[in-house]
């Protein structure tokens, strides 16, 4: 969205969802954007012409500690979370559900993931 002064504006601001810096954010083909956050939660959105629309899914909540990744399956069904818990968890993006959660064997805090 372009300003009367020709400054690119941006048009959706997530920032107030979350009640802690947003550490991740991920884009799906299939129109879905997730962001993770120091407040320990995923909220999922979906991308329209008007911005982004938070679903009812949202906000995912299961982690402990903060959000520091969180990354779409290849069709979007799932997503993937990790955190400074020690917990990788899978959702199931249509109903919110956490399918899985994986434990840190060491019980550091995870920082990144990938999901196929």
Not at 29 to 52: C, E, F, M, P, Y
Request: with cysteine.
């Amino acid at each position: 969205v372009m300003a009367e002064n020709g400054c690119q504006e941006p048009w959706w601001d997530v920032s107030e969802a979350h009640q802690a810096d947003i550490n991740s954010c991920h884009a799906a083909h299939s129109g879905l954007v997730a962001t993770g956050a120091g407040d320990r939660t995923v909220r999922l959105w979906r991308i329209s012409k008007q911005g982004l629309k938070e679903l009812e899914t949202s906000p995912l909540k299961g982690h402990s500690y903060g959000v520091n990744q969180v990354r779409f399956s290849c069709f979007g069904t799932l997503v993937a979370s990790v955190s400074t818990d020690g917990t990788a968890v899978v959702w199931d993006v249509r109903s919110g559900d956490e399918l899985c959660t994986f434990f840190s064997p060491s019980g550091y805090g995870l920082r990144t993931c990938s999901i196929s």
